[in-house]
C-alpha cells in the first residue's frame, strides 16, 4: 500500500523560505512520477511543480517558476519543495501527488493524472 505524508509547513513573513517534504512509502521511489499541489480556501487545487521518476525533467507553475525548486532524494525515499521569496499569495494547503510512470522523463501538471495524495501541510505567508 503506497502511502504519501508531506511536512514542513508553517507561518513564515513574505519573503522567507520553507522546504515541504513528502515521504513515500509501499513501492520503490524511482517508479514514481511525483508532483505539488496547493489549494487555498475558497479556490480549486492548483498545480505547483512536478518531477519525472528520472529527477531529469521538471516543470512548474508560472506562479512559482525561478522562486520554488522541486527535487528528490531516491536514497530516503523524499520529495522536497524548496521554496523561497515566499509571498502572501503562496498561502495555501500543499498536497504531495505520487503516480506510477511507465517512462522514465514523464511529467504530470493535472491532478486527475495522479492517483496517491497526501493529507497536506499548510503553508500561511503573513505580509
Known amino acids: 500500500q503506497v502511502q504519501v505524508v508531506e511536512s514542513g509547513g508553517g507561518l513564515v513573513q513574505a519573503g522567507g523560505s520553507l522546504r515541504l517534504s513528502c515521504a513515500v512509502s509501499?513501492?520503490?521511489?524511482?517508479?514514481?512520477?511525483m508532483g505539488w499541489f496547493r489549494q487555498a480556501p475558497g479556490k480549486e487545487r492548483e498545480f505547483v511543480a512536478t518531477?519525472?521518476?528520472?529527477?531529469?525533467?521538471?516543470s512548474y507553475a508560472d506562479s512559482v517558476k525561478g522562486r520554488f525548486t522541486i527535487s528528490g532524494d531516491k536514497t530516503k525515499k523524499t520529495l522536497y519543495l524548496q521554496m523561497n521569496s515566499l509571498k502572501p499569495e503562496d498561502t495555501a494547503v500543499y498536497y504531495c501527488?505520487?503516480?506510477?510512470?511507465?517512462?522514465?522523463?514523464?511529467?504530470?501538471?493535472?491532478?486527475?493524472?495522479?492517483?496517491?495524495w497526501g493529507s497536506g501541510t499548510q503553508v500561511t505567508v503573513s505580509s
Open positions: 509501499g513501492r520503490t521511489f524511482s517508479t514514481f512520477v
Open positions: 518531477i519525472s521518476r528520472s529527477g531529469r525533467t521538471t
Open positions: 501527488a505520487a503516480d506510477v510512470a511507465i517512462y522514465s522523463d514523464t511529467v504530470y501538471s493535472r491532478a486527475g493524472e495522479y492517483e496517491y
